[in-house]
């Protein structure tokens, strides 16, 4: 007999354990985890100073509440309020959830939970266990989901389809990584939770094992949400990680070295005052994305490393020494008072760093860097999605019975504050898994056969690689209209023709991904450019022009399979309640 699951879950990550235990816990049970290795993905392997995570306070002194925290996140624009409402309504049970299953979340000795401000927000609902939050997040769900609950994971298994019969979704085709046979898995339900076409850049902080399934969910139908506002930040490139918070708080030297061997401190060419520009560099620990509103002020550290990678030379971090110039004195006084305040003040960048925090040092030391003696090579890399998959209010695409959660839905606008993505990943399988919880039996058809790859050629030779690079070039933080179109046409050429071989079948499915992925972004890029100039976490060049900032964005770009684009009017932040009984009067007698 066919087996066909209440609902798959697709991923190994803390987004996709979150929802795999919520249903678990709606007594949604009949499921599993289908993922391509266990031990990939960016929740398990990235992390940054001490990677934030963002919910509603809960110090015990600071005022706060649901209403304010979603208006403070729609605050960015081009995104909707209900969903914004729905973050902050359930960040504290998801948060806490975490808390009970072992993730070791600072408290104070009242045992409240002290926070600071993060990117992006003045609040102080930012919380971490250090560098490494989303990988303890992910392993203490893993624990639960795998031991307590026994929920079945599939582990080698590409998703290369989602089975559809145009409406909703029954099942997905997977290669199976070990045969490389293609079977099926069917379900009434599916969450996608791959996170972001990782793939399609090649600066990026991604984790190499990272590549998303975004191109097959396109291919299923779904609409895209806000995919061109990325994320963009300094990163270390040799082993990948972000550089934000208090690797920038302690102001270490730029550095670049040309191909000649000179070495040369460049922040003073492009800053006119150089004590200005360090407190910009300190201002980058919690102003870390790159900005088009403070591409005169912080974001411009970004554009000075980027204009010198530019040139070809290579761009470090150096914390053996201060900076040319330095002077404590003349910071602004937040820089100072923030020294002083975290007393983390010493003669060198590095003895700052061993002060505020040593475990920022540690990371790289268990990847054999040590900031004591060497430096740190750095680029401009993307690091996260805004955007992603539509979604609705119970985060389920067009496709009913396909929800996606995380990174991999278009939750966010053209801003977010720092961490609150790591929220999202828990509330999205918990809103999904009680919407799935309250469904009805779903009857589904499963056709008879399912067509597989039978003349699939293995040739080392063929390498997309070089779209990666041009991605990096022409369509991140610093985007060129026309390279943009001229690299959407060559994309389409490939596709068009897209030929039966590669070095292997799993890369032969996973580089078709990656190119229809590129293609829908460069097409949403080109469609938004005219409309909006530059925004958010990038800047627009057209005819060899920056594009002013065109302040129309409170609605927000979608883009169907075929590259129709539309702008889709939000919904705003909802205010009010009905009284008290009105809810009462609801609840299920039995459950008493």
């Known amino acids: 007999m066919m087996k066909i699951y209440k609902a798959i879950i697709i991923g190994s990550g803390a987004a996709a354990y979150g929802a795999a235990d919520s249903l678990y816990k709606e007594g949604v049970k009949d499921i599993a985890i289908v993922t391509e290795n266990r031990l990939s993905g960016t929740s398990r392997n990235t992390g940054s100073d001490k990677q934030t995570y963002y919910k509603i306070s809960m110090d015990g002194f600071t005022a706060d509440s649901p209403y304010k ?6 605050s960015g624009g081009s995104c909707d309020g209900e969903k914004m409402y729905l973050e902050a309504l359930h960040s504290q049970k998801c948060f806490l959830r975490l808390c009970n299953y072992g993730v070791p979340f600072p408290t104070d000795s009242f045992g409240g939970y002290p926070g600071y401000k993060t990117d992006h927000d003045d609040t102080v609902r930012a919380t971490s266990v250090g560098p490494l939050t989303s990988k303890a997040m992910t392993e203490k769900l893993e624990r639960v989901v795998l031991e307590e609950n026994n929920t079945p994971l599939l582990d080698s298994k590409q998703v290369i389809k989602i089975l559809t019969d145009g409406k909703r979704a029954y099942g997905v085709k997977i290669l199976d990584l070990e045969s490389e046979k293609e079977e099926c898995i069917y379900a009434e339900n599916i969450i996608c939770a791959t996170g972001a076409p990782a793939c399609i850049y090649e600066e990026s902080v991604y984790p190499e094992s990272q590549h998303g399934m975004t191109g097959v969910l396109i291919e299923a139908g779904v609409r895209m949400c806000n995919f061109t506002q990325w994320q963009y930040g300094m990163a270390s490139v040799d082993f990948r990680w972000n550089v934000s918070g208090s690797f920038m708080q302690v102001i270490p030297r730029f550095v670049s070295i040309d191909e000649d061997g000179n070495e040369c401190e460049f922040l003073s060419e492009y800053f006119d005052d150089i004590n200005m520009a360090y407190s910009f560099v300190f201002l980058k620990g919690y102003q870390w994305p790159f900005s088009y509103g403070r591409a005169k002020e912080s974001s411009l550290v970004d554009l000075a490393v980027h204009s010198e990678t530019s040139k070809g030379r290579r761009v470090y971090l150096d914390y053996r020494k201060n900076p040319a110039g330095f002077d404590f004195e003349m910071l602004s006084d937040e820089a100072k008072e923030y020294i002083n305040a975290t007393q983390c003040m010493a003669d060198t960048p590095i003895e700052r760093l061993e002060k505020l925090n040593s475990k920022a040092i540690d990371v790289y030391l268990r990847q054999g860097i040590d900031l004591h003696t060497d430096m740190l090579r750095i680029a401009v890399c993307a690091q996260h999605n805004n955007g992603g998959v539509y979604t609705d209010n119970n985060f389920e695409s067009d496709i009913k019975g396909l929800y996606v959660i995380g990174e991999a839905a278009g939750s966010f606008g053209l801003t977010r504050p720092g ?15 009680r919407h799935i919880a309250d469904k009805k039996v779903q009857s589904i058809e499963v ?17 997309y690689s070089t779209f990666r690079k041009r991605m990096s070039n022409a369509a991140s933080f610093r985007r060129d209209y026309e390279a943009c179109t001229e690299l959407l046409g060559e994309i389409n050429k490939v596709l068009e023709s897209y030929p039966k071989k590669h070095r292997s079948l799993s890369e032969y499915y996973r580089d ?5 992925a590129m293609k829908a972004l460069l097409e949403a890029i080109v469609s938004e450019c005219p409309e909006t100039g530059s925004r958010g976490g990038a800047i627009f060049i057209d005819g060899g022009k920056i594009k002013e900032e065109n302040t129309y964005y409170r609605d927000y770009l979608t883009l169907t399979k075929n590259g129709t684009a539309e702008y889709k009017r939000v919904s705003p932040v909802p205010y009010g309640q009905k009284p008290f009984e009105h809810y009462l009067s609801k609840i299920d007698e039995n459950k008493i």
């Open 69 to 74: 925290m979603a208006s403070d996140m729609f």
């Open 419 to 433: 961490g609150s993505a790591l929220n999202d990943t828990q509330v999205g399988g918990y809103v999904a898994a």
């Open 512 to 516: 078709r991904d990656m190119l229809i």
């Open 447 to 463: 056709p008879s056969t399912e067509d597989s790859m039978t003349d699939f050629i293995r040739d080392e030779s063929v390498d």
